[in-house]
C-alpha cells in the first residue's frame, strides 16, 4: 500500500512537472552560428500598399523550415530601431539563424516572423538624420500602418491564424518602445508583447497600463528586457516597477553587463521565441532575472 501511494504521488510530480512552462535560459555560445545539415526557413521581401503613408513599403519575412501553406500559423512582428529598416535584424541579428537552430532542437513553435519597416514615411529610409522629428514621429505614425495595412496585407497574403492569442509583437530599442505601445495600446490584437531596451518613445506606465486588471486579463505574455549598463535602462525599470506595483504579471530581466547592442537584441529573440504561443506558466515569471545569467 505504501508503495502504491508512492507511485502515485511520482505519477502526480511528473503530471504536474511537465505540464509548467519551462524556464528559458540565455542564450549559450553557439545560437547564432549557421549549422549546416538542419533544416532553414525562407526569407522574403514583400511589398504592400500602406493607405496611412501613401505609398507601397516593404517588409521582410521569414517562414519556419517546414512551411506549408496547408498549415496556419502565427505571426511574430518584429521591429527594429531608429538607426535601422526592415534589413536591421537581418543584418545584425540575423533571427533566421537563432529561429533555424531553435527548430532544430523544437525549442519553438512554428510561426512566422514579419520584420516591417517602423519608419512610416514617405521616405522611410535610415540615411539622414534619424532623430530628425519628423522621422521620430513616424515610428508612432506606423500603428496605423500595421495595424491598417500591413497586418490585414499578411493576413490575406500567408497561411496565419488571425486572433490575438496568435499575433505577437516585439522589438528593439525604438521598436521596443513601439511593442510596448502598440501591444499594450491595442490588447484587443496582441496578446504577446516584449519590448527590448525599449527607447524614450515608450509611453509612460500609466499610458501604457491604464487598466492593469484588463491587462492581466488579456496579456499571455509581457517580456521586458534590457543590459543594465544600457543608457536606457530607466524606461525598462519605470515600466516593470509599475506593473510590479500594479500586479501585472510579466518577465523583467536585466542581463548583467548588457549595453545597448545586439548581444542583448539576440538573446531577447533567442528567449521571447521559445515562449511565445505555448501554454504560459506565470508562476515562472519572477525566477527571470539576473540570476538565470549565473548559472
Ligand atoms: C533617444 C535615444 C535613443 C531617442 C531614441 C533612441 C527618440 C533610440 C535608440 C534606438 O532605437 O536604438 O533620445 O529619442
Redesign the pocket.
Known amino acids: 500500500m505504501k508503495q502504491l501511494i508512492a507511485l502515485f504521488i511520482l505519477i502526480l510530480v511528473i503530471g504536474f512537472n511537465s505540464k509548467a512552462q519551462k524556464i528559458v535560459k540565455p542564450s549559450r555560445e553557439g545560437f547564432d552560428l549557421i549549422q549546416d545539415g538542419i533544416p532553414h526557413g525562407k526569407l522574403d521581401t514583400i511589398s504592400y500598399e500602406s493607405s496611412t503613408v501613401g505609398t507601397v513599403r516593404n517588409s521582410v519575412v521569414y517562414t519556419p523550415p517546414g512551411y506549408s501553406v496547408n498549415k496556419k500559423y502565427p505571426v511574430l512582428y518584429l521591429l ?5 529598416d526592415e534589413f536591421e535584424w537581418l543584418n545584425g541579428g540575423h533571427p533566421e539563424v537563432i529561429l533555424d537552430n531553435l527548430y532544430a532542437e523544437n525549442k519553438v513553435e512554428s510561426m512566422i516572423v514579419v520584420m516591417p519597416n517602423g519608419r512610416a514615411m514617405k521616405d522611410d529610409s535610415a540615411g539622414g538624420n534619424i ?1 530628425a522629428p519628423d522621422k ?1 514621429q513616424a ?1 508612432a505614425t506606423f500603428e496605423g500602418d500595421l495595424l491598417n495595412d500591413l497586418i490585414p496585407f499578411i493576413e490575406k497574403t500567408y497561411p496565419v491564424l488571425k486572433d490575438r492569442e496568435h499575433r505577437a509583437i516585439a522589438g ?4 521596443g ?1 513601439q511593442s510596448l505601445n502598440f501591444g499594450l495600446g491595442n490588447l484587443d490584437k496582441f496578446a504577446w508583447v516584449g519590448g527590448f ?1 525599449s ?3 515608450t509611453k509612460s506606465p500609466e499610458e501604457l497600463v491604464p487598466d492593469p486588471e484588463k491587462a492581466k486579463e488579456q496579456l499571455k505574455l509581457l517580456w521586458i528586457s534590457c543590459g543594465d549598463a544600457d543608457g ?1 535602462l530607466r524606461f525598462s525599470t519605470r515600466t516593470h516597477e509599475y506593473l510590479q506595483k500594479n500586479n501585472v504579471p510579466h518577465i523583467y530581466l536585466e542581463e548583467p553587463g548588457g549595453v ?1 547592442d545586439f548581444k542583448v537584441w539576440k538573446n531577447g529573440l533567442f528567449m521571447f521565441s521559445q515562449l511565445i504561443f505555448k501554454p504560459v506558466d506565470s508562476s515562472t515569471f519572477p525566477l527571470y532575472n539576473s540570476g538565470l545569467f549565473n548559472q
Not at 80 to 84: E, T, V
Not at 172 to 175: A, P
Request: charged fraction near 0%.
Open positions: 527594429h530601431g531608429i538607426g535601422g532623430m521620430v515610428f528593439l530599442s525604438m521598436g518602445g531596451s527607447a524614450p518613445n536606457l545597448h
